[in-house]
């Protein structure tokens, strides 16, 4: 008999489901099967009347995979208003050792976050931890579609390098035959060349690898970094307008319960520090996470936003191919609840000016070959952002920490399952 998903089940029908035993709760003569599969979750019963059934539903185990075929009836004090009615089941996949973590944690149970990492696999079981995957989903489709409904041309970048451009943030290095590599650790020198390349607008949904070691519940060493280019771009706020524009979609299909003004504020980093110095945190040019935190606190008060772009960081704290303002950059930070989000800038395209400002960071460009070629070959000006895909869905939901958006996290001390 053909499967039925457990959200299309209609009473009265006769029906084969298949899933998981999520709970099995009984008593002498009759024992419900709590069955749950990608869709949902329904309760079968079976009845000792049956015997030969009755006996080999006695033997089974929590997360056991079953195959049950029975009728849908109606039945009030279901969760659903009806059930199904065991007349037939089939082991398709036994539970042979005790599980390593429960999928229903009873009573006051509450496996720390570690443990359950280890057994990620049973972790994601949970329907609640599947949850925090469904909304990812949401997120990567209301992404996927708003930059192709922009036009945008979708991108795939190497994940193995010879360079990187995001001061900072460390590389991890491979062994590549006879030379050394380095894991990607940000699109950005193959946006800019897309753009050069003539596509205009170009985005990316990719992999990115940081090497940095420190253990936050906002760092992983491996994330989904969204990331778009964009060319003829004269204005940062012309980007601000687009991200915030994207935002926007991403709360509104989503759902989610975050504070959006109709106009995101842009404050210049600044009056940030003056905000900040106020409160008694001494910030000089940069803005630690604490401080962010409070940020996040003082923006939703005077704004009643949980989002803020700080722009105009300064120079100092800026990688070299941000276009220079003054002693600042036109560039934005996006903080959602006091969390950094998304960093974006206006590229500086000029390439003696480019130069300079390499020069200024002690990057030489001219090294970097590949790079340097383009701004000589008829470059458009053009600018972009990057955001990153596990801190929006923990932010988004106001989870703890990022790993809980991570299928399978990577942090320094874990590189299992
Ligand atoms: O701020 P980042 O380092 O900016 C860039 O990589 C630029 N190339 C982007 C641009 O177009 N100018 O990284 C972008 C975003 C951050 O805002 C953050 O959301 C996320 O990537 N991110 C991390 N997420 C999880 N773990 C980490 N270690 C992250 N590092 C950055
Ligand atoms: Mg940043």
């Known amino acids: 008999m053909a499967r039925t998903y457990i959200k299309d089940l209609k009473v009265g029908e006769k029906v084969t489901v298949k899933g998981w035993l999520h709970e099995i709760r009984g008593l002498a003569k009759v024992k419900f099967l709590i069955l749950r599969d990608y869709t949902g979750i329904i309760q079968c019963v079976a009845t000792s009347d049956n015997e030969e059934l009755f006996k080999k539903v006695k033997t089974l185990n929590p997360e056991t ?28 996949g036994e539970v042979s ?31 609640e931890i599947n949850k925090i995957f469904q909304f990812r989903n949401t997120i990567y489709k209301t992404t996927v579609d708003f930059f192709m409904k922009n036009d945008f041309m979708n991108i795939a970048t190497p994940k193995m390098t010879s360079a990187g451009v995001e001061s900072g943030a460390e590389m991890f290095s491979i062994k590549y035959f006879n030379t050394k590599a380095y894991l990607s650790q940000s699109p950005q020198i193959y946006k800019q060349m897309m753009v050069c390349s003539g596509f205009e607008k170009v985005f990316e949904i990719g992999s990115i690898f940081r090497a940095e070691n420190s253990n936050t519940t906002r760092h992983v060493t491996e994330f989904i970094g969204i990331d778009f280019e964009m060319a003829f771009v ?3 706020n012309e980007l601000m307008d687009f991200t915030e524009e994207y935002i926007k979609e991403l709360v509104k299909a989503t759902k989610a319960e975050v504070k959006v003004p109709s106009k995101i504020p842009r404050v210049p980093f600044e009056e940030v520090r003056d905000m900040l110095n106020k409160k008694g945190k001494k910030i000089t040019d940069d803005i630690d996470p604490e401080s962010e935190k409070l940020l996040g606190e003082l923006v939703l008060k005077k704004y009643k936003s949980d989002l803020i772009f700080v722009t105009n960081y300064p120079w100092s704290k800026r990688p070299f191919y941000h276009v220079k303002n003054g002693d600042g950059t036109k560039g934005f930070d996006l903080l959602l609840r006091g969390v950094e989000i998304a960093t974006g800038s206006l590229r500086e395209h000029n390439y003696d000016i480019l130069k300079k400002q390499a020069e200024e960071k002690d990057v030489k460009l001219d090294d970097m070959k590949d790079y340097a070629v383009m701004f000589k070959c008829g470059a458009p000006p053009h600018g972009g952002c990057g955001l990153g895909m596990e801190r929006i869905t923990q932010n988004l939901l106001g989870l703890d920490n990022i790993r809980e958006a991570c299928f399978v996290p990577r942090d320094p001390d874990r590189l299992t399952p």
Do not use: C, H, W
Not at 106 to 121: A, E, H, Q, Y
């Open 234 to 236: 004269t204005d940062e």
């Open 97 to 127: 050792q005790v599980l390593p973590i429960q999928v229903v944690e009873k009573g006051d149970i509450n496996t720390d976050l570690s443990t359950r990492m280890d057994n990620r696999f049973l972790d994601l079981r949970k329907p």
């Open 65 to 92: 995979v079953v195959e049950i075929t029975g009728s849908v009836v109606a039945n009030k004090i279901a969760k659903q208003g009806y059930e199904v009615a065991v007349e037939d089941l089939n082991i398709l």
